[in-house]
């Protein structure tokens, strides 16, 4: 649960409008319920990508790099 093998490459296919449906699909597991309609995965090396939904689409994401920068 939450984890992806790239989040790099997670990050470079997300866009706009995808359903919850589409991202598990996508990365192949649930990802870690941060808050209502805020999901995290995370791969081995540490990195991260946090999306928001509203009214289940979504329409904010961040990649959060290990080392801290962005």
Do not use: C, Y
Request: glycine share 12%.
């Amino acid at each position: 649960m939450g984890s992806v093998a790239n989040a790099v490459m997670l990050n470079s296919k997300l866009h706009a409008g995808m359903k919850l449906v589409d991202l598990i699909t996508l990365t192949g597991s649930l990802g870690v319920k941060q808050a209502p309609e805020t999901f995290v995965w995370r791969d081995a090396g540490g990195d991260a990508v946090e999306v928001k939904l509203v009214k289940g689409k979504l329409v904010e994401w961040r990649l959060i790099r290990a080392d801290g920068s962005s």
